[in-house]
């Protein structure tokens, strides 16, 4: 990929990778490629070593779905933030698109967090009903998660629009 990487640090680059001139949103297979993989599953592996040796590694039942949702917490949570910092990096046009980034990086956490947690009922409490599991356990572990993102998106975007002003204005 020539331009700067979209798997790459904070740095104040301008330039957009290729394939996205900055005009318009990032299509699917961009915004695939800008979710932070390695970070997020980082993220979720030290949370399960953490919790599940808090709980001497009981992955059984009630114990093993609460202990692997705290790693998928944690992979939405910061790979969340992250993507939303990754899509505030490039300026887009017309302006006013900068203001659903936020939101396509908490819908795409909260989509994954509930998928998550959804197959994780499912293995580790097969005898709580689907729609149990949908209304309860998937969902209120998402929209806090979704709502977190939400917020750190939109001072990603303020916080990236001040830098590039004050870059442009040197």
């Avoid at 001139?21 to 699917?28: F, N, Q, R, S």
Wanted: glycine share 14%; charged share 10%; with cysteine.
């Amino acid at each position: 990929m020539t331009g700067s990487s979209t798997s790459g640090g904070t740095g104040g680059t301008t330039s957009p990778p290729a394939g996205h001139d900055g005009t318009g949103l990032p299509g699917v297979r961009r915004l695939v490629a800008a979710w932070p993989w390695i970070t997020a599953t980082a993220a979720a592996v030290l949370v399960h070593v953490v919790v599940g040796a808090g709980r001497h590694f009981d992955y059984h039942g009630i114990t093993g779905f609460s202990t692997t949702n705290y790693g998928w917490l944690a992979f939405t949570l910061v790979g969340g933030f992250v993507f939303a910092w990754r899509l505030a990096r490039y300026p887009v046009r017309p302006p006013l698109l900068a203001a659903l980034r936020p939101v396509i990086a908490a819908g795409v956490s909260w989509l994954l967090c509930f998928a998550a947690v959804t197959v994780t009922g499912l293995v580790f409490l097969p005898g709580q009903s689907l729609a149990e599991t949908l209304s309860t356990d998937a969902l209120g572990r998402s929209l806090p998660v979704a709502a977190a993102v939400l917020v750190f998106g939109v001072l990603a975007e303020l916080g990236r629009a001040g830098i590039r002003r004050l870059s442009a204005g040197r």
